[in-house]
């Protein structure tokens, strides 16, 4: 069975860190593109950041650039997303998904252009 399960949410303080987890079973993270997306409640998805299946492409929202680190371990076939000096604003569920129809070098910037999706993990940054 595709599953892809985050992990790391947790509340935190602006200005701290986390470190999110997206660890796939059923298939090997190392044929994917990699993306990490955010939502709040009645609003779309946006994305924040990407890898590509070869790891040589990465791509982050304006909002997050320099603060956020997207990175694979394909030991562990996770894909981690290292968020530090968090802001107020990056409370959201953060999901991560995948996409195996782009060639290596690709980063979907797009939700509807990943197949598969995890469920999701909170993140909540108090001021």
């Known amino acids: 069975q595709v599953q892809l399960v985050e992990s790391g949410g947790g509340s935190v303080q602006a200005g701290g860190s986390l470190r999110l987890s997206c660890a796939a079973s059923?298939?090997?993270?190392?044929?994917?593109?990699i993306g990490w997306f955010r939502q709040t409640p009645g609003k779309e998805r946006e994305g924040v950041s990407c890898?590509?299946?070869?790891?040589?492409?990465?791509n982050y929202a304006d909002s997050v650039k320099g603060r956020f680190t997207i990175s694979r371990d394909s030991a562990k076939n996770t894909v981690y997303l290292q968020m530090n000096s968090l802001k107020p604003g990056g409370t959201a569920v953060y999901y991560c998904?995948?996409?195996?129809?782009?060639?290596?070098?690709?980063?979907?910037?797009?939700?509807?252009?990943?197949?598969?999706w995890g469920q999701g993990t909170q993140v909540t940054v108090s001021s």
């Open positions: 059923g298939f090997t993270l190392d044929y994917y593109a």
């Open positions: 998904a995948a996409d195996d129809l782009v060639a290596n070098y690709v980063c979907p910037s797009k939700a509807g252009e990943y197949t598969y």
């Open positions: 890898i590509s299946s070869s790891g040589g492409t990465t």
